[in-house]
Structures are given as structure tokens and as C-alpha cells.
């Protein structure tokens, strides 16, 4: 079965250098997400703002490709002041998976693109039909 690109209308748009997610199999990955708005702005607020932002943006891709938050196997999450934001993100990635959360890897990195206090990418499964 080849490779399927996503692209979610509702979602804040890729650039043109890569897909929302791709669909291999029965599995879903799907690029990092920043806390932006459509316009390709910063959300304000902070880290818990953005991670709120980049979830939701995650959430709409995962529904475009046919799954959902409750079919994530793992999470990847980017903070470049882990030691600041690390618990802030935690209360509300918490929001996002209340129950079973995914597996899940925190790194620490020196910068994201536009400034962004988060970066979020996920692999998902997609549901048994």
C-alpha cells in the first residue's frame, strides 16, 4: 500500500516543505504542531497557550486522517526551557489524554521555529473498521 499525505483544512497550513501527516499502513504520523494561529503567529499566553494550540492543531490532522486523539501510540513533545515549562505543558497535555495517555518522550532543544515555546508530533494508529 503506498504512503497517503493528510492535509486538514481546519488545521493551521503545513509549509510547502512537508504534509500535516502521512498515512503508511494503519499507521499516522504526523508532523510537529507549534502554538500558532493560522496566520502563522505565535498564540500569546505562553507555554500553556501554545501547547493548548498545538494539541488542538494536532487533534484536527489526526480526524483528517481518520483517527483521534484516543488512537495515539506516542508523543513527542519539544521545550526549549525544559526545566521552566516542563510541568506547565504537563497540566495541559494532561487536558488532551485524562486516561491512557500514549507513551510520550520531553526533549529539551536549543530553539524552535518562529520563537515557539512547543513543538508537538504524535504516530497514531488508525481505528479497526
Do not use: W
Not at 31 to 58: F, H, P, W, Y
Not at 98 to 126: H, N, Q
Amino acid at each position: 500500500m503506498p504512503k497517503q499525505t493528510v492535509t486538514a483544512p481546519d488545521a493551521v497550513p503545513p509549509l510547502p516543505v512537508y504534509s500535516h501527516a502521512t498515512i503508511s499502513g494503519k499507521t499516522v504520523y504526523v508532523s510537529g504542531s507549534i502554538g500558532c494561529n493560522k496566520d502563522m503567529s505565535l498564540v500569546e499566553g505562553g507555554v500553556q497557550a501554545q501547547t493548548r494550540a498545538a494539541l488542538t492543531n494536532m487533534h484536527k490532522i489526526l480526524e483528517a486522517a481518520g483517527s483521534g486523539l484516543d488512537h495515539v501510540l506516542k508523543v513527542t513533545v519539544f521545550l526549549p526551557n525544559i526545566a521552566r515549562d516542563f510541568a506547565l505543558m504537563n497540566e495541559v497535555y494532561k487536558e488532551f489524554f485524562p486516561t491512557s495517555p500514549p507513551a510520550r518522550t520531553c526533549i529539551g532543544v536549543a530553539a524552535l521555529p518562529l520563537g515557539a515555546e512547543v513543538e508537538i508530533e504524535c504516530i497514531a494508529e488508525l481505528p479497526v473498521v
